[in-house]
């Protein structure tokens, strides 16, 4: 088992260092076997808290810890954080012309691998030729250029792709049911389902019960004014889907 | 009356033209099928301006290629001598379908290339030229003329150590002829390198599109001009240019002029051009996957290349090329 920790987390966007800080100390623990999922108002938080425990360097850490197995990731540049085993899910995935998605999808993998032990070409053809089948892709999608043109749905559906081919410890998965039809919210589901087991959690980002009804969560928590303000079983999801947030405490309130 | 300068915005042509032209006495190689003819001690071409002045200058191996009518035979490969520039005349003969390569790994202090491309009406080419010359500098002119529905595929692999310019010009000249120019270019350290990539539509219903793509480390300095020229009379013409220059480092310079002259009215023509940086969203993305920064810069680099590069297919070629890019960039960390 490992375990991710999360312990009074603050944050503050660099570019903006005299804004308030967006999270206010988050506390949150995921350990591997588990789904948490993570709700909230738009706009409290939600993808900073994913983008930080990630890395972007776009957010400043300044009060509280984030650390997988009693390791520090403070220090950790992304890529580091990556190869430890954590994957990000974007809301907003990057496009990159000239790169195709199978050349990226192996150099992630090799990353991870001794350079005398990269993975055997003909071996990854085929474990990308299976998982996309799975997961009800395109043979062309292979060859295409990162995200290039992708639809929203496509472009969720690859992150999946990647999840799926780099099996890490765990995966914050941002938003990946917007944009998806009926369809491929079940084909996205059903990719992640076959991760879980003792050596994978996810912390996963929605607005909406129907993803919970495919990925059922052990835990839920929602997020308001950058803090975790509620923390239930996958009931609570329900419960919030009739009730929406208003009724929930939060701090100074949804701006 | 002397001939006129060409024009080379932002390029300081008459500077590289003061220096002394190498001597080019061993022409280039040629490997062909034998039913190409080479000659060679033939005439140089009349100059029509103060570039090509120079080019035909001092003493200038004169090749002269013709790939006769209907040929289909394997690809022509001109290789550029170890230490010599020189000029090559390519006649290509009507309804002739062939495979241009042209090499030039030369060395030197100031050579002189100058290339001319006659393809005659029907003929298709697929010309691909590698720029590896490691002299001082380098004036280059490539000159295609095509007649009635002749093809031209070109791709320009522009990846010299030299200072200087290229210039490129493709003339659509018969009715129909189609050309596509595209130009990938890697300047690194203190290279000043300028390319004038022109494209002018003279035949009715004739299409030409130009892409270029520049990437430029170090204190580099590339300039790409793309000149788009659509003549009165070329009626259902298109015209079209794209020219975009990735900046590496803080000190590299970069321009994207694109230049469009229109005389026609029934015509399509367009530009985009752009300067940048590396995308951090971009970098991110690929790091958050694991890859490191190396790696990532890498891809995202070859990526942008690939838009000027995509027609190579020879698999060494490319590698080189590739190699060459990641020399480059580690070079440019050091
Ligand atoms: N890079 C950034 N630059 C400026 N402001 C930012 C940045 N990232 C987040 N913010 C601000 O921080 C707040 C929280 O944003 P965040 O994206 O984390 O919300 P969220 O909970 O994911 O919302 P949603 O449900 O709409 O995706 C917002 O007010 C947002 O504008
Ligand atoms: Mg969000």
Redesign the interface.
């Known amino acids: 088992m490992t375990t991710l920790e999360i312990t009074d987390l603050h944050v503050k966007v660099k570019a903006e260092p005299t804004h308030p800080e967006i999270l206010r100390g988050v506390n949150l623990v995921v350990h591997t076997g588990e789904i948490h999922a993570l709700m909230g108002p738009n706009g409290n938080g939600k993808s900073t808290l994913a983008e930080t425990i990630m890395g972007n360097p776009a957010y400043e850490v300044t009060q509280g810890d984030i650390r997988i197995d009693g390791q520090s990731l403070l220090d950790m540049p992304v890529d580091a954080r990556a190869r430890l085993g954590l994957f990000l899910g974007m809301q907003y995935p990057a496009e990159i012309a000239g790169v195709t998605n199978a050349e990226f999808i192996r150099a992630a993998i090799n990353a991870r691998r001794a350079d005398d032990d990269q993975v055997p070409i003909m071996q990854f053809l085929k474990e990308l030729d299976a998982t996309m089948a799975t997961l009800e892709m395109p043979e062309d999608m292979a060859d295409r250029y990162l995200n290039q043109g992708f639809s929203g749905g496509e472009k969720k559906r690859n992150e999946i792709l990647q999840l799926m081919m780099i099996k890490p410890h765990f995966a914050l998965l941002d938003e990946i049911d917007s944009g998806l039809d009926i369809d491929a919210l079940r084909i996205v589901s059903k990719g992640v389902n076959s991760l879980r087991g003792p050596e994978f959690g996810s912390l996963i980002i929605t607005h909406y019960q129907r993803l919970l009804d495919y990925i059922v969560p052990d835990f839920v928590h929602v997020m308001k004014d950058g803090e975790i303000i509620e923390t239930g079983g996958a009931d609570l999801a329900k419960e919030l889907e009739k009730t929406g947030y208003e009724h929930l405490k939060g701090g100074v309130g949804n701006a | 009356m002397p001939n006129p300068m060409p024009n080379t915005p932002k390029i300081a042509l008459r500077r590289y033209l003061a220096n002394a032209k190498d001597v080019a006495r061993t022409p280039v190689t040629v490997t062909a099928d034998p039913a190409v003819t080479v000659s060679t001690n033939v005439a140089a071409p009349q100059p029509t301006d103060a570039l090509e002045d120079w080019l035909v200058g001092g003493d200038s191996a004169v090749t002269t290629v013709t790939i006769p009518a209907h040929y289909t035979g394997q690809a022509v490969v001109l290789t550029g001598a170890a230490y010599a520039g020189g000029i090559v005349h390519v006649i290509v003969e009507a309804g002739a379908t062939v495979a241009l390569e042209e090499r030039w790994r030369t060395s030197g202090e100031h050579l002189g290339i100058w290339v001319v491309l006659d393809v005659a009406a029907d003929a298709t080419v697929n010309w691909l030229t590698y720029d590896a010359m490691t002299s001082t500098t380098a004036l280059v002119k490539r000159t295609a003329n095509l007649a009635a529905h002749a093809t031209l595929n070109w791709t320009t692999a522009g990846f010299t150590q030299a200072s200087g310019a290229t210039l490129i010009a493709a003339n659509l000249i018969g009715t129909g002829a189609k050309a596509t120019v595209n130009v990938g270019v890697l300047a690194a350290g203190k290279q000043h390198v300028g390319y004038v990539t022109a494209m002018t539509n003279d035949g009715r219903q004739t299409v030409g599109h130009i892409n270029q793509r520049g990437v430029i480390t170090g204190h580099a300095h590339l300039i790409f001009n793309g000149i788009g020229h659509i003549i009165h009379g070329a009626r259902g013409s298109d015209n079209q240019q794209e020219n975009r220059v990735l900046m590496l480092s803080p000190h590299a310079r970069g321009d994207a002029n694109p230049i469009l002259l229109i005389d026609e009215n029934d015509v399509t023509a367009g530009h985009a051009a752009s300067v940048t940086r590396v995308?951090?969203?971009?970098l991110?993305?690929?790091?958050?996957?694991?890859?490191?920064?190396d790696?990532?810069k890498r891809?995202?680099i070859?990526?942008?290349?690939?838009?000027g590069l995509a027609e190579i297919t020879d698999p060494a070629l490319k590698a080189e090329l590739f190699q060459t890019i990641d020399e480059t960039l580690v070079n440019a960390d050091a």
């Open positions: 995308d951090e969203r971009q991110y993305y690929l790091m958050s996957r694991g890859l490191r920064e790696t990532a891809l995202v070859r990526g942008f290349l690939e838009a």
